[in-house]
C-alpha cells in the first residue's frame, strides 16, 4: 500500500490548517467544503488519473518530519486493527521533493513510524521508494542518488514504479532499476493495471523486477500467465482500489478465480485505502462476499503474500506458523 495513500481527508484538514497550506477553496471545489464532503467525492472517481489529482493536493499538507510520522502511524494503528502483521509500504518522495520538502525529511518520518510499529505494535516493515512513471527518468536518477545510501545500508528495501500507467511504459527506468538493484534493493513496478499485458512483460524483461503490483491483464496472455505461475512471482492484487478506479466494472470481474485455477501466486492489498472505501480487511471481506473462498484457497492466497514478501526467513517463518495456526481454527 501507498503510505500517502492512507490520508484520510479528517487528517489531510489538519495537517492543512496546521501547516498553513491552502486547499481549493469550496467555491472552485465543493469537495474541500468539509472532510465528509471530501470524502463523498472520493467515491466518484472516473480514473487513476481522477484519482491522483487528488492524491497530490492531499500530500502537499506533509511538510515536515513529523506530519509524515502522524501519517504513517494512523495507517499502523488501522492495520494493528485489521489483524496485519507485516506491512511493505510504498512512499513517493519525489511528489514532496518536488515542493521543496527534503528527501530525509520524508523518509525519516517514515522510518520513525515503522520502528514504532516494530516496537509497539509488533508489525514489521519494510520501506518502498517509488518512482514516478511520468516525470523524467532524470528525476528517477536524481532521486536515486539521493536513496542510495538508504538502499545500501537497508533502510529501505527496495523500489518500485507507480503513478499514471498508460503512456507511460516501464522500459525507460530500466538504468535506475539496475542501479537500485546493484545497490542492494529489490524490485517491484507498477503493471497491467491500466496498461495492457505488454506493461507486465516490458517491467519483467527491462526492469527485472522481483514482483507485480497490479498486474490483472497478466489474464490476456495465457502463455505468460502459464509462465509466471510456474516461477511463483507474486501479483499484488488491489481489489477495492481496481473497482473505485473503473479498471473493472465489478468486484467478480478480477482474475481472483483464474489466478487461483491457473495457480498465479497473489496477495491481497489496500492500495490506497483512505480513497478507495477500504482497507486490508475491507478488501478481504469484498473478495470472499465477491467470490465465496474457501479456508483452503484463503490459505493459499497467504501463503503466496508470505512467500512472495521482502522480509527475511525467520520472520516469514513466523508469521506462516501463524497462518498454520489460523487455518487450523477454522477448518478443523
Known sequence: MHLE???????????????????????????????????????RFTSL???????????????????????????????KADGVVHAEVFFDSQAHTARGVGYTTVVEGFKRACERAEN????????????????????AEDTFAEARKDLELGVLSGVGLDSSEKGFPPGPFRGVFEKSKVAGGRLTAHAGEEGGVEYIKEALEALGVNRIDHGI??????????ELAERKLLFTLCPLSNVRLRAVKEMRALPIRTFLDKGVSFSINS????????YILDNYCAVQEAFTLTIKEWEIIGRAAIDGSWC?????????????????????
Request: with cysteine; glycine share 4%; charged share 25%.
Open 49 to 79: 488519473d481522477d484519482f491522483l489529482h487528488y492524491y497530490y493536493i492531499g500530500m502537499s499538507v506533509l511538510i515536515y518530519a513529523q506530519d509524515f510520522e502522524a501519517l504513517a502511524w494512523e495507517y499502523f494503528l488501522r492495520a
Open 312 to 332: 527475511g526467513d525467520d520472520r516469514k517463518k513466523v508469521i506462516l506458523e501463524q497462518l498454520t495456526e489460523v487455518v487450523k481454527k477454522f477448518y478443523l
Open 120 to 139: 509497539e505494535l509488533s508489525i514489521s516493515t519494510k520501506l518502498i521508494l517509488c518512482f514516478l512513471r511520468d516525470l523524467p527518468v532524470k528525476a
Open 5 to 43: 495513500g492512507s490520508l484520510a481527508p479528517s487528517l489531510l484538514f489538519e495537517l492543512a490548517d496546521q501547516n498553513r497550506i491552502a486547499l481549493p477553496s469550496p467555491t472552485e471545489d465543493p469537495s474541500f467544503t468539509s472532510p465528509t464532503a471530501l470524502l463523498d467525492r472520493y467515491t
Open 271 to 278: 492500495d490506497d485505502p483512505a480513497y478507495f472505501g477500504g
Open 217 to 226: 491483464h497478466l489474464v490476456d496472455d495465457l502463455e505468460l500467465m502459464q
